[in-house]
Each structure stands twice: as C-alpha cells, then as structure tokens.
C-alpha cells in the first residue's frame, strides 16, 4: 500500500507564493509518474503539473511560467513550487502517483490553496 502526504497550502494574497510537498510512502516499486492536480468548487480535478521517472515536465497552460515541478527520487517526494498566484489558483491541490507497468493512480488526502485578491 502506498500513502501520500501533502503539506504546504494555505492561504495566501495574490502575488505571493507557497510551496506544497507530497511525500509517499509504504511499498513502492516504480514510480513512473509524480504529479500534482487541482479541483475547485464546481469543477472537475485538472492536471497542474507532472514529472516523469526520467525528469520530463508537464504543465498546465494557466500555470506555465509561474509553477515548477521537482521531484526527490531518494526521497519520494515531488514539491510544487507556485509563485505569483492568482485567485484563480484557489483550489484543493491533490498528490497523484503512477506506479509500475499498469500505472496504478494514487492519490493523496488534498490540500487546501486559498488565493485572496
């Protein structure tokens, strides 16, 4: 079983900037994928950013220039680094860890970003 932890939201005013992590943990064999999603009120969950086993990045559109993705493989961690953000960045930010060949979705517990105007 794996478990994800998320730390670092929070509330924040626009322009700022906040750090999430999301350490995993239990029996972990291949991580293919470390990523990060979110899900505002009334929307559906949204990729935000992902980075793969071999260091390949994907970002959303809205976030590109202001967010960066990194990952600790000796650590099992990946960490989101937002700056400059929007109230439109307001959401509940999710962990997302694909594992072995089936690339089994796991998910952590969410995090609250609040973005005051």
């Known amino acids: 079983q794996v478990q994800l932890v998320e730390s670092g939201g929070g509330l924040v005013q626009a322009g700022g900037s906040l750090r999430l992590s999301c350490v995993a943990s239990g029996t972990i064999f291949s991580i293919n994928v470390m990523g990060w999603y979110r899900q505002a009120p009334g929307n559906e969950r949204e990729l935000v950013a992902a980075?793969?086993?071999?260091?390949?990045?994907n970002y959303a559109d809205s976030v590109k220039g202001r967010f960066t993705i990194s990952r600790d493989n000796a650590k099992n961690t990946v960490y989101l680094q937002m700056n400059s953000l929007k109230p439109q960045d307001t959401a509940v930010y999710y962990c997302?860890?694909?594992?072995?060949?089936?690339?089994?979705?796991?998910w952590g517990q969410g995090t609250q970003v609040t973005v005051s105007s």
């Open positions: 980075i793969t086993s071999g260091g390949r990045l």
């Open positions: 997302n860890l694909k594992v072995g060949i089936r690339n089994i979705n796991y």
